[in-house]
């Protein structure tokens, strides 16, 4: 998706989770309130979006940086 794509849109909540593990467990420099490409919505169940959510909340608790990334990249087919 583009920025042009992405203009106007808050984050997504699961790719935000995603792109703050990329970055070290913290919210990724220049992410504001506006997504990105990095954090712009894409289409997914909800069932889906919540189970990856939980996996890399979980890994995230147990402070698995690399458990929250693939979580990340396993929700959404990467």
Do not use: F, V, W, Y
Not at 14 to 23: G, H
Not at 29 to 49: K, M, N
């Amino acid at each position: 998706m583009s920025n042009s794509s992405a203009k106007g849109q808050q984050p997504e909540a699961l790719r935000s989770l995603e792109a703050a593990a990329k970055a070290g467990s913290k919210k990724p420099d220049g992410q504001g309130l506006t997504a990105t490409d990095q954090t712009a919505p894409t289409p997914a169940c909800l069932e889906q979006e919540e189970q990856t959510a939980a996996e890399i909340l979980r890994a995230g608790a147990e402070g698995d940086t690399k458990g929250m990334a693939a979580a990340a990249k396993k929700g959404h087919g990467k």
